[in-house]
């Protein structure tokens, strides 16, 4: 079945440098990755997504990437800000799973001012 | 609109009490998924139902579990009888198309 890995597990940077998280998958028909937001105590928020006929998109400050050949994609966060810090949390899911989401471990980013 | 409601936001029981949490998709979505959250696994799917019908209910993890979808409107996830492994936070989730729409859990703590 299909599987997401995503890495990494954690990760700690200083405000305004930039944060990565990656993240694979497994089934070449996924074609729709989205990244949702967890704070503490709050269910996770869609902050941006990505289909597979598109390579990039951008929402100010947070960008994601998408290689097909690979099954790679990627959250890009710039200026990071303490409120920035929460876990991330990758996704795929293929035309016909009528929106069944197959979600990445999560990421926990600090961002220290 | 509101969002995705869920209840009881927190609930402790004892271990053998049944257990039954409320979702509120958001109107006009289809789509409606169960979820559970814990360090150890992470986000699981338990369940998900598309137009009240459930489709997959794989990620259920026995027969102490059940859910159901009367209308558009309303799900419950029901455990009977509630295990200390049980506890966790449960997500209910809408969409209409794609984007799932979370609500804001429910914490379950089994004693």
């Known amino acids: 079945g299909e599987n997401v890995e995503q890495h990494p597990s954690t990760l700690s940077v200083q405000e305004g440098d930039s944060a990565v998280i990656k993240c694979t998958y497994s089934?070449?028909?996924?074609?729709?990755f989205p990244w949702y937001k967890q704070e503490l105590g709050k269910g996770p928020q869609l902050i941006i997504d990505i289909r597979s006929n598109v390579g990039e998109k951008k929402d100010q400050r947070i960008a994601v990437t998408l290689n097909k050949t690979a099954k790679h994609f990627s959250l890009h966060i710039t200026e990071t800000q303490p409120e920035d810090s929460a876990v991330y949390f990758c996704?795929?899911?293929?035309?016909?799973?009528?929106?069944?989401?197959?979600f990445g471990k999560g990421t926990k980013l600090s961002v220290k001012p | 609109d509101a969002g995705v409601i869920q209840s009881p936001r927190h609930e402790v029981t004892e271990m053998g009490q049944e257990v039954t949490l409320r979702c509120k998709p958001i109107s006009g979505h289809n789509s409606l998924f169960w979820y559970r959250q814990t360090m150890m696994r992470g986000l699981e799917l338990l369940i998900y139902?598309?137009?009240?019908?459930?489709?997959?209910d794989s990620g259920m993890p026995e027969d102490r579990f059940s859910a159901k979808m009367p209308n558009a409107s309303f799900s419950t996830l029901k455990i009977q009888p509630s295990e200390p492994r049980d506890s966790a936070v449960y997500f209910c989730a809408s969409s209409q198309e794609r984007e799932q729409f979370f609500g804001p859990g429910t914490r379950l703590t089994v004693l």
């Open positions: 089934d070449s028909a996924s074609n729709y």
């Open positions: 996704a795929a899911s293929f035309q016909g799973s009528q929106g069944n989401l197959i």
């Open positions: 139902f598309n137009n009240n019908v459930p489709i997959d």
